[in-house]
């Protein structure tokens, strides 16, 4: 199976600052998505970035592949106490390759109003 | 669209009690999940399935667990007898097909205490 994990394991910031999670993996991958889970809830998906893009954007979210690295970046920007929540890395085998969607513990982040 | 609808979202049951766990997928979705998370394992897939057949199920801790899709629209996550060390969130999540770029819905979750 593919795995991500997630790095750090908690996050504690200021509202209006930046968090910044981080996912590493050990083989090939043909995307990766990135995940939150608020608390209570299923996981909700944020964002897909394919192994050819190096950077995406989505509102405040940006996300960054390097794939010599094996390592991806979720970066959000001016935080709200409302993105307090787990955020989960998922990455995708290329074609051929098993697919069995699996996640690490996740990163919790809390934004402190 | 309601997306996936689990339920119960509580269950308290006892220790050798049979446990069933329910799930909606999303209307026309491929591919059903079942996931196990807790806090020392994270989230764990159990089994899935693509169009109602079972794919793997290497995840299923042990024989007390078992899962079925009658059809399309309904799968049940089975405990038989409940331990104490059952006690987790099961998730349940659908996709509309295998690989990129569909991603999983997940469903609310089902917390389960086994006393």
Redesign the interface.
């Known amino acids: 199976s593919q795995q991500g994990e997630e790095d750090p394991q908690a996050l504690s910031i200021q509202e209006g600052e930046n968090a910044t999670m981080n996912c590493s993996y050990k083989t090939s991958i043909n995307n990766l998505q990135w995940y939150r889970q608020n608390s209570g809830r299923g996981l909700v998906h944020l964002i897909l970035i394919r192994s050819n893009e190096r950077e995406k954007h989505s509102g405040r979210l940006r996300v960054t592949l390097d794939t010599s690295k094996k390592s991806s970046s979720l970066l959000i920007t001016a935080s709200r106490a409302a993105d307090t929540a787990s955020y989960f890395c998922a990455p995708f085998l290329g074609a051929g390759g098993s697919y069995i969607p699996t996640f690490g513990r996740g990163t919790s982040l809390i934004v402190h109003p | 669209d309601a997306g ?1 609808i689990q339920s119960p979202r509580h269950e308290v049951t006892e220790m050798g009690q049979e446990v069933t766990l329910r799930c909606k997928p999303i209307s026309g979705h491929d591919y059903l ?1 079942w ?1 196990r998370q807790t806090m020392m394992r ?2 764990e ?1 159990l089994i ?1 399935f693509n169009n109602n057949v079972p794919i ?1 199920d290497s995840g299923m801790p042990e024989d007390r667990f078992s899962a079925k899709m009658p059809n399309a629209s309904f799968s049940t996550l089975k405990i038989q007898p409940s331990e104490p060390r059952d006690s987790a969130v099961y ?1 349940c ?1 659908s ?1 509309p097909r ?4 569909s ?7 089902t917390r389960l205490t086994v006393t």
């Open positions: 996936v999940f996931y994270g989230l897939l899935y793997d998730f999540a996709s295998t690989g990129p770029p991603p999983l819905h997940f469903g609310n979750g």
